[in-house]
């Protein structure tokens, strides 16, 4: 492999650990836990791993434990800071005992099911040290969740003598690798598993869990590029720039990028929900601002739209609720339908609200809506237009305007999407930092016989070795969702808080942004240099930790 010279800089990185890491290690356990909602449903279905305590690792005395085969698998999309995650895990069962292996399963669950292998040795995992990507072993989306790839898996993993398996995953991997532990754990296959909190998205947060891992690197390169555009389109004064950003649902990727680069617009879907503001409502708000703009002769500026936007728009999620329901049941029947009839066939299915609706959307839109899902049910929103979408909408309606006197300027549109460039970026500081600290702790969730538990690594807007490291029972973190047509456990998605801090401080400064043209350039992520510049915290986290 040709390296580039960040790249040879970079390996000699030492990530930070916690202080309580750092040495030998005891498991305290606290209070026992229980579901955020749905408490007896959730127990009934995990009797096993439901209400277990929370543990946090402080210094302690050596343990001597025989030696014992790890595996790992990556999960879903990547995200900075993976191989860090796995780095951390290879170094914590070393220091336990130097004759443990780590065995990584190739792109993905499929690699367990289909019995897909290495062995990660000290050489390999050296290469791929505060390394962006997720390359080590490749990821994939298959979706561990019945008995017979339960079964299959646990071929592989007896044939290779593995005590535990780690998942790192977002959301729904963390949910099977749940539903994996409750399922070894019934039958007393001896087999621990442990999940790791990995995604750009940052929606896999809550108490316990401060953010996901590469939701900082992400946000970071994104910003750095909105920047990049901002100073561009101040320079030439000629476009307005909409600029789609990964993070499925939830908004927070597009609310983090906004209080770094302060643009002129900023949607956040969790906010256009609660107002019941419909497709007109959110067209009309960014037209608005782009005729008051106008007025002052500023024919530029910068919108930011969060990839999720048209499931929250609430006459849109009711069409792709039942859009949901009526494919899981008829999924049969609808794949023999042909490409060119599907739309037709849709139309004539759902109810009469739903159906003038779909029916009035473009037709790349309406594909999306009822086509292409991934293997989790969900729409893949990041392949949604919805930045040309809005900004065709916007232009229709400032013609309108403009007819009718209310509306003086030019408007043109440059369209962006930044999602999968940001993926896999070298890890910030941060996540160097947290991913190795994360991994290291599985290693001693492990090393104390815990199933059924998420790594867990707090305390983050301090200094690394002030951090704390321990373990969340993932059933604690689950709640009862309509999955598919079915009612089915899930880890409970984080979305923007709107009465949040980071939701108040940007909304308090939306409307003097969307004026002056107030741009902030954060340029690129740094990886040497002063502590302000190197090692800060998005500041979502930094807002929501301030005391
Ligand atoms: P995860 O939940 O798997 O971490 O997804 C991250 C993500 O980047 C989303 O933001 C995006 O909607 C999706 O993956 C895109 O999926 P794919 O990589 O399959 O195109």
């Given at each position: 492999m ?6 040879i ?28 909602a ?16 929370l ?12 030696a ?28 336990l005992?130097?004759?443990n ?11 367990l099911?289909d019995?897909?292998y ?5 050489d ?40 535990a ?25 001896g ?25 900082d ?45 302060q643009p002129?617009?900023?949607i ?6 609660a ?19 106008a007025?002052?002769?500023?024919n530029?500026?910068?919108?930011l739209?969060?990839e999720?936007?048209v ?13 949901n329901?009526?494919?899981a ?42 086509l ?33 006197g ?19 970026a ?7 930092d ?18 059924g538990y ?19 029972p ?5 709640n ?9 456990p ?9 009465d949040?801090?980071?939701?108040l ?23 040497f ?6 090692d ?5 986290l ?6």
């Amino acid at each position: 492999m040709t390296k580039s010279a960040l790249q040879i800089a970079r390996a000699a990185y030492q990530p930070k650990l916690p202080k309580a890491l750092k040495g030998s290690v005891k498991a305290v356990e606290g209070a026992a836990t229980q579901s955020v909602a749905d408490q007896e449903a959730i127990q009934k279905l995990f009797p096993n791993t439901y209400g277990m305590p929370l543990i946090k690792f402080e210094e302690g005395e050596a343990i001597q434990l025989p030696a014992m085969n790890v595996g790992v698998i990556l999960s879903g999309g990547q995200a900075p800071g993976g191989h860090n995650v796995i780095s951390g895990l290879f170094d914590g069962i070393k220091t336990l005992n130097k004759d443990n292996k780590l065995y990584g399963f190739i792109l993905g669950p499929g690699g367990l099911v289909d019995h897909n292998y290495m062995e990660l040795t000290a050489d390999i995992i050296d290469e791929y040290r505060n390394t962006g990507g997720f390359d080590i072993i490749g990821s994939g989306r298959t979706k561990l969740e019945t008995p017979e790839q339960f079964e299959k898996g646990l071929e592989i993993i007896n044939k290779l003598g593995i005590k535990a398996l780690v998942i790192i995953g977002g959301d729904d991997s963390n949910t099977n690798a749940c539903v994996l532990a409750e399922y070894y754990a019934a039958k007393n296959a001896g087999v621990q598993v442990i999940g790791c909190p990995k995604t750009i998205d940052g929606d896999l947060k809550n108490d316990m869990i401060e953010t996901s891992f590469g939701f900082d690197t992400a946000c970071k390169v994104y910003s750095e590029v909105i920047g990049n555009i901002q100073r561009d389109c101040n320079s030439a004064r000629k476009y307005w720039h909409f600029i789609k950003l990964m993070g499925r649902s939830a908004s927070h990727i597009a609310l983090e990028c906004a209080l770094q680069v302060q643009p002129n617009v900023c949607i956040i879907s969790e906010e256009v929900e609660a107002k019941d503001m419909s497709l007109d409502d959110v067209v009309t708000y960014i037209a608005k601002i782009v005729a008051d703009r106008a007025a002052q002769g500023n024919n530029f500026g910068t919108v930011l739209i969060p990839e999720g936007l048209v499931e929250f728009i609430p006459a849109m999620k009711r069409l792709i609720a039942e859009l949901n329901d009526f494919l899981a049941a008829n999924a049969v029947e609808f794949a023999n339908i042909k490409r060119s009839r599907q739309r037709e066939y849709i139309i004539s299915k759902l109810s009469k609200e739903n159906a003038d609706i779909y029916a009035s959307l473009p037709e790349g839109v309406a594909r999306q809506l009822s086509l292409d899902r991934d293997p989790h049910g969900n729409v893949q929103v990041s392949l949604i237009e919805t930045e040309k979408l809005l900004s065709e909408m916007v232009g229709t309606k400032l013609a309108q305007w403009k007819e009718e006197g209310k509306y003086v300027g030019k408007f043109a549109a440059q369209h962006h999407f930044f999602g999968y460039e940001g993926r896999c970026a070298a890890p910030s500081n941060y996540d160097a930092d947290y991913c190795y600290s994360l991994g290291y702790t599985a290693s001693m969730l492990i090393a104390n016989g815990k199933t059924g538990y998420m790594s867990s690594v707090r305390n983050t807007t301090a200094p690394a070795a002030e951090w704390i490291a321990g373990g969340v029972p993932i059933t604690m973190m689950m709640n009862m969702e309509r999955r598919h047509g079915e009612m089915k456990p899930v880890i409970q998605k984080a979305l923007v808080k709107l009465d949040g801090k980071p939701f108040l401080t940007f909304a308090a400064k939306r409307d003097q942004w969307a004026l002056t043209t107030d741009y902030v350039y954060p340029g690129p992520i740094q990886y040497f240099g002063p502590t302000e510049v190197c090692d800060q915290p998005t500041k979502t986290l930094q807002l929501e930790q301030a005391k």
